[in-house]
């Protein structure tokens, strides 16, 4: 039996949509330089991003987290991405067009 309300799909989604918005804004310009750095590498980058989020809590500016949560989730799905292609184990980055 599934416990989520149509409500919570709703948001969920809306959520992965702002990351999947943001992903192809960005994708557009840097045209997949993601793809040159690892999964650890990524992991880093979503690492930084919790940080600040962290710290935009303690400041009292939790509407700043709104603006990191999409990097977060982009690098997440990075992260899997690149693991799932066998390029998740070292910690630095790809060589360049490999």
């Keep these: 039996m599934n416990s989520l309300s149509n409500q919570d799909r709703l948001e969920q989604r ?23 750095y690892s999964a ?4 880093e980058q979503a690492r930084i991003k919790i940080d600040r989020c962290f710290n935009a809590i303690k400041l009292g500016r939790p509407q700043d987290v709104l603006e990191e949560v999409p990097d977060i989730i982009n690098y997440a799905a990075f ?10 184990n070292e910690s630095g980055d790809r060589e360049v067009g490999g």
Excluded: P
Excluded at 79 to 88: D, F, I, P
């Design 40 to 43: 650890a590498k990524q992991l």
């Design 79 to 88: 992260a899997e991405r690149l693991v799932r292609e066998g390029v998740g």
């Design 14 to 36: 809306e959520v992965f949509d702002r990351a999947m918005v943001m992903y192809e804004e960005r994708d557009s310009i840097r045209q997949g330089l993601w793809k040159e």
